[in-house]
């Protein structure tokens, strides 16, 4: 049974919060700002907006104006939002968020979700929204045990659902909410319509001896820009992936040093031209990277790249995944594998390419993301 939560933070959590950050001791710089990692001057000028403009009080209170639930699976309180549409017929639709990010992520793609109508779509295309925060992350209880990888994730995924009563429904996800999601849809295939990602890691195929044999010039592009990207965008996975705990000290521990992390990797993978905040606001930022102060669980996300590295679950050991599955493509997303690539994972019926966007789509373009949703679910309601 899940109950309602209500999001309330304690005035000496936030005081405590504003005394760490005016006591911030700020390390030395060189070079080109965004070269070395994050950019000493605009952490500087977002820190000062956290400590004189931000206002977690009003982001607490637009958070709560969604219906925030905790239920009990396998022993730990997960917590979720279950925006329900009005519409009696919407298509139940679960997202799951990645890292560095949370269900804050989704605050205005869910209104377009489950009234379509507002957005100049038709009423049958609405969806009930449900929302998790991965275990470890926002309000969700962390896990105690070592395992507890992107499969189990999904196993607690597919419970939850069983849990809310819907037998037939949507998956969508982008970062970790895309293995966990292709997890939930190799685990549970019986009971899922269709599978929507915004992130597929689809591999150079290995028994293929040219596999950029008949890749169009605006695939190879993309490939190639993918690489680009990935050759200094990845150390943070070597060390999350390694040893997480010794990160977390510091990350715990100092909200700046926090705050320098995830904003890097805001300032690298969104899709911009030099402003991020032409794309997403300092409020949507802090708001996110406060979930994970608050809940002091930085270190206990950054163990889910551990503990996948480890364990090492095979997703595709039984062969591709024949839910159907649709793909939209943002152009400023960390990887852009070809369709063939793809096709030999999944069984890809929806291929959209996408003008704008990057990693965190659905706070990037809410609009765009909704749309290609109700597109690709259209087939299977």
């Not at 040093?257 to 032409?278: C, N, P, R, S, V």
């Not at 708001?287 to 503990?307: C, F, G, H, K, P």
């Amino acid at each position: 049974m899940d109950t309602p939560f209500i999001i309330q933070v304690e005035d000496a959590v936030l005081a405590d919060l504003h005394q760490r950050l005016g006591n911030t001791r700020w390390p030395d710089s060189i070079g080109k700002p965004w070269t070395y990692g994050t950019d000493v001057g605009e952490l500087k000028s977002l820190v000062d907006y956290w400590l004189a403009a931000y206002d977690w009080r009003r982001e607490e209170a637009a958070l709560n104006a969604l219906d925030h639930r905790l239920i009990t699976i396998r022993g730990r309180e997960t917590h979720f939002i279950h925006a329900k549409s009005p519409h009696a017929d919407a298509l139940p639709l679960l997202m799951t968020h990645g890292w560095p990010g949370s269900i804050v992520e989704f605050q205005k793609i869910i209104p377009l979700l489950t009234h379509p109508e507002l957005a100049g779509g038709q009423a049958s295309a609405a969806f009930h929204v449900i929302c998790p925060s991965i275990p470890g992350y926002g309000f969700s209880e962390a896990p105690t045990e070592p395992g507890f990888d992107q499969r189990e994730v999904a196993i607690d995924h597919v419970e939850l659902m069983r849990q809310l009563g819907y037998e037939r429904y949507g998956l969508q996800g982008g970062d970790w909410g895309s293995a966990i999601s292709s997890w939930h849809a190799r685990l549970a295939p019986e009971q899922i319509v269709g599978l929507h990602l915004n992130l597929i890691f689809a591999p150079r195929p290995k028994d293929d001896p040219d596999p950029l044999a008949g890749l169009s010039d605006d695939e190879l592009a993309r490939l190639n820009a993918s690489r680009l990207k990935m050759v200094d965008g990845v150390g943070y996975q070597a060390i999350q992936g390694s040893k997480p705990q010794t990160l977390g000290y510091g990350l715990n521990d100092s909200p700046a040093g926090l705050l320098a992390w995830i904003l890097e990797k805001f300032h690298g993978w969104t899709h911009h031209q030099g402003d991020l905040w032409q794309i997403v606001s300092k409020d949507e930022v802090l708001t996110n990277v406060m979930l994970y102060w608050l809940n002091q669980n930085i270190t206990a996300s950054t163990r889910l790249y551990y503990e996948s590295a480890h364990v090492q679950s095979d997703l595709f050991e039984e062969g591709r995944i024949e839910v159907p599955t649709g793909h939209a493509v943002f152009p400023g997303e960390l990887y852009l594998p070809p369709r063939a690539w793809v096709e030999r994972l999944y069984n890809v019926t929806h291929w959209s390419i996408q003008g704008r966007g990057g990693h965190f789509a659905a706070l990037e373009a809410p609009e765009a993301l909704a749309q290609d949703l109700r597109t690709f679910f259209a087939n299977y309601r």
